[in-house]
């Protein structure tokens, strides 16, 4: 399988990263166009094959990643629209906001199949959370491809369209949710008394632990919680304290308003 990804900034790079380390394809299947040539370079010298030619990165490609901010997303599908007018080519576009009814019109009548897809930057790391919709008519094989290829990632949700902005802030918005929670919690354990670094390798640690938990045991956050919240305990002021100062409603207003 022949991919290629266009646009490698923060999101493309990161899926281009996830490609390399997940083991399934050689370098040399792999493509990136960008006119960057940090971003080029920076991937040339992993073996894979760059260009500035998004033309040309999606003639040589079965799977067309395009994976630029929304607002580019027209221009770049309009110009590459000949060369993915292929039932055999597969079209995988990842940018919040953009609607399947409009890329259906930017690609005209000879549209691929295509996906919407929104992985997270974990994505580098095979630990992506990504929401898949499928948006032709004979997808079953060809999602069953895609979802494989994001599945050595990380996990995959395959859903519906209008799920879509949920599944972006929960999960993609979410990344950087988490990190302001481990940088807040990082500052308070400097008040405590810890060094920073050691702070932060300890936040990581039990979020890390926190995560491994729910996963080994199946339990509900909740259940969890009632194992360490000893009644009278350090646990639960701190959380009725949290609780005070409004967190759990905070972050479901946040995440409501990334959904917006």
Not at 13 to 25: N, Q, S, T
Not at 180 to 196: D, K, Q, S, T
Not at 223 to 235: K, M, N, R, S
């Amino acid at each position: 399988m022949k991919i290629s990804v266009i646009g490698a900034g923060a999101m493309g790079g990161a899926i281009v990263e996830g490609l390399l380390k997940c083991g399934r394809f050689s370098n040399d299947d792999i493509t990136v166009a960008d006119p960057s040539t940090r971003v080029t370079d920076k991937f040339a010298k992993a073996g894979v094959s760059v260009t500035a030619d998004n033309v040309l990165a999606a003639e040589s490609a079965d799977v067309v990643f395009v994976v630029v901010k929304p607002w580019l997303v027209q221009g770049v599908i309009e110009n590459i629209s000949t060369a993915i007018a292929s039932t055999q080519k597969i079209l995988v576009v990842v940018a919040a906001r953009t609607s399947s009814e409009n890329i259906r019109q930017w690609a005209g009548p000879d549209c691929p199949p295509f996906f919407l897809a929104i992985p997270n930057i974990a994505i580098a790391q095979l630990q992506s959370m990504t929401f898949l919709v499928p948006c032709v008519a004979k997808a079953s094989q060809q999602t069953e491809q895609v979802a494989a290829l994001f599945e050595a990632m990380g996990k995959v949700i395959i859903t519906d369209e209008k799920h879509l902005a949920a599944g972006t802030t929960l999960a993609s918005c979410g990344i950087a949710y988490a990190m302001r929670y481990i940088r807040a919690a990082a500052e308070g354990g400097v008040e405590l008394g810890f060094r920073a670094d050691d702070a932060k390798d300890i936040v990581m640690q039990t979020m890390k632990g926190a995560v491994m938990l729910l996963e080994e045991s199946g339990m509900h956050p909740e259940q969890a919680i009632d194992l360490v919240a000893t009644p009278g305990g350090v646990t639960i002021k701190g959380l009725n304290e949290m609780e005070h100062a409004g967190f759990t409603s905070a972050v479901i207003r946040g995440l409501k308003a990334g959904a917006k």
